[in-house]
């Protein structure tokens, strides 16, 4: 039963090496499997200019997803008692990077309905935001600007978006998809905040990432869905 409550994972030791955390490395590396199969399976030429940038861009966005919660899994969790705590900083950043593809993919999605200077005005704000919230966790090192980073491209980018686009156009099955996606990564978030977990060998930090990596097939199966909106 899923409770509330500081499940502190124990490590364990394999041929005397310590590993933290274990169950969180191993869900954290099953997310970047997700993420590289859908990035070298997304892989290939497209005749249509929109269809050829959204993949441009969600390639990239599991590309860098894939490499953070890789070294999440390894330097974040199983072995950062080797290093400091500091050493979290490059896979945070990456993950924030990546989610600004993954915003730039919907954006440049939606073009075609948006006025020009509301396009370059996202375009714009997408690497602003991208370098404010970059130096303030930085300077703070605090996963929670991470997370605002996470919640703004999800509710104020990919959200509207793929309901307006699930709605405005006849092409249902992209949107739809990339819906489905938002909403797990929401309950993902939900369950993270709130330390949701159900035993100290299953916390909130595992099942996050199992809910991730659902996002993350929806997110592939609603690229492959993605065709030229008229």
Aim: hydrophobic fraction near 50%; include cysteine.
């Amino acid at each position: 039963m899923i409770s509330i409550g500081d499940y502190h994972q124990p490590s364990v030791f394999i041929d005397g090496i310590r590993i933290d955390e274990p169950v969180t490395s191993i869900t954290d590396i099953l997310v970047s499997v997700v993420c590289f199969y859908s990035f070298f399976k997304l892989k290939g030429p497209s005749e249509d200019d929109l269809v050829r940038t959204v993949r441009y861009y969600f390639r990239r966005y599991f590309l860098l997803m894939g490499i953070s919660t890789f070294y999440g899994g390894c330097i974040g969790h199983a072995f950062l008692y080797m290093l400091s705590f500091s050493w979290k900083l490059p896979g945070w950043l990456l993950s924030m990077i990546s989610m600004n593809f993954l915003e730039r993919a919907m954006i440049e999605y939606a073009k075609h309905y948006l006025a020009p200077t509301f396009g370059r005005f996202l375009t714009i704000l997408n690497i602003v935001e991208l370098f404010v919230f970059s130096i303030i966790t930085i300077i703070t090192q605090k996963f929670y600007f991470v997370e605002i980073h996470a919640a703004y491209g999800l509710l104020c980018i990919v959200l509207p978006f793929s309901v307006y686009l699930y709605f405005k156009t006849s092409e249902k099955d992209a949107p739809k998809r990339f819906l489905y996606a938002t909403f797990v990564m929401m309950i993902a978030s939900i369950v993270f905040r709130n330390r949701l977990g159900i035993s100290e060998w299953f916390n909130h930090n595992d099942i996050a990432h199992v809910l991730m990596c659902f996002a993350g097939g929806f997110f592939y199966l609603g690229v492959k869905h993605v065709k030229r909106l008229t």
